[in-house]
């Protein structure tokens, strides 16, 4: 495939070969215009195209070929060449902090030993780019021998995660998440965590920013698109701060340690023997600190992968727990 910055040149190229030609033309006996040097004055609607091209098409051509996430910012706040402050600084630390909330979720789903892809971890911005604000991130993956085999596989998880978040913006209805959803995101935890980066991301409308468009670089170099707007981030507010969606759902309880709580997310992790599953629940601020870091039995209704891990879970109760177990159904 034809990398885009490729067929940017390719474009500025054949805007070449029609100037030399308006040149010829001009030159020729019996033109209106005798001065060709017009072609390449100021005013030239052929500079004029030139410009265009290389200020701002090449530019997001350059952030198509590198990123593995481009995110386009739309609204008063961020139309022209130079954005607010505040929004560029809202939609970078935004994308940071949920990208790396939801590798964490991706290695957690592949393998908890892979603690060397996690120091390895390395998001990069690749770019900005005019016309609103256009904005390319990606993981940078060490090459070998710095990364082991296996980290290598779970950052391609990690890769691959990220990309999948226009996936979550697409199945985003005036009325809710399609169930559908889980299809392409079959692991709990993950599509937890993607519903939650999808939900910090949609604009509130308040910094003048009223769509955010994702655009991920597929295998084949294309790009998948979803948009993300104001009326998203009230349909998805529902699914994930009080309802998690869930499916083949069992009731029962799993014992663990209580680790990583997010007031703000309603979100706490429980380390079982079997894995972390990442639960639902409100707590307050003194419970948190009672429970963070100590063994627990936590009851209520969870979503398991399809090895049988309990992944996610609707939590009910939380009792404190000497020792941790094996799932205990009820």
Request: charged share 30%.
């Amino acid at each position: 495939m034809v990398k885009h910055s490729t067929q940017i040149h390719l474009l500025a190229a054949h805007i070449f070969a029609e100037m030399r030609e308006a040149e010829r033309l001009l030159a020729l006996p019996g033109s209106p215009a005798q001065d060709v040097s017009i072609v390449r004055d100021d005013e030239s609607p052929y500079i004029a195209k030139l410009d265009e091209l290389y200020a701002e098409g090449y530019a997001l051509a350059r952030l198509r070929d590198d990123a593995d996430l481009l995110v386009h910012a739309e609204g008063p706040a961020a139309a022209d060449h130079a954005p607010k402050l505040d929004v560029v600084t809202w939609l970078f630390n935004g994308v940071e902090k949920h990208l790396r909330a939801l590798a964490q979720a991706a290695l957690e789903a592949v393998d908890l030993s892979r603690n060397d892809a996690r120091r390895q971890l390395d998001l990069r911005l690749s770019g900005m780019a005019p016309g609103s604000l256009w904005a390319g991130f990606k993981m940078q993956i060490p090459e070998a021998p710095l990364l082991e085999e296996e980290d290598r596989a779970a950052m391609e998880t990690v890769r691959r995660a990220v990309r999948a978040l226009p996936v979550v913006a697409r199945h985003v209805t005036d009325t809710e998440v399609r169930k559908e959803i889980a299809d392409e995101l079959p692991d709990p935890a993950l599509r937890d965590a993607s519903l939650m980066a999808a939900y910090a991301l949609a604009p509130t409308g308040r910094r003048g920013v009223h769509t955010l468009e994702l655009d991920a670089r597929g295998a084949q170099g294309d790009f998948a698109r979803g948009v993300l707007d104001v009326r998203d981030r009230v349909v998805l507010a529902e699914t994930v701060r009080k309802n998690p969606m869930m499916r083949n759902t069992r009731t029962g309880a799993l014992v663990g340690e209580i680790r990583e709580v997010d007031l703000d997310a309603n979100r706490f992790k429980l380390r079982t023997d079997s894995g972390v599953v990442r639960c639902a629940y409100t707590l307050k601020l003194s419970d948190a600190r009672r429970f963070l870091g100590s063994g627990a039995k936590v009851y209520g209704t969870y979503e398991s992968d399809r090895s049988g891990r309990p992944r996610l879970m609707r939590a009910e109760r939380i009792e404190s727990y000497q020792h941790q177990g094996d799932l205990l159904a009820e």
